[in-house]
């Protein structure tokens, strides 16, 4: 089973399961839901985000 990666705000869901983290940080960026620290140049997200895993199979029948 392969995991899948979303972006969640208080643990709702503000974007689509993605197959990769990297998508997963673009969903969070496009959401303006991170932000880029200059100093170690990486994306973080804020403390009410969360980077939610998944796997593959459990999303399916939970669908």
Do not use: C, H, N
């Given at each position: ?7 969640a705000v ?6 689509p399961?993605r197959?990769?983290i990297d ?5 969070a960026?496009?959401?303006?839901l ?5 100093s170690?140049r ?22």
């Amino acid at each position: 089973m392969a995991a899948r990666y979303r972006i969640a705000v208080f643990g709702q869901p503000r974007s689509p399961w993605r197959s990769s983290i990297d998508e997963a940080m673009a969903d969070a960026i496009d959401l303006k839901l991170a932000s880029w620290d200059e100093s170690e140049r990486e994306w973080f997200l804020a403390v009410p985000v969360d980077l939610v895993t998944g796997k593959a199979e459990a999303i399916r029948r939970a669908a």
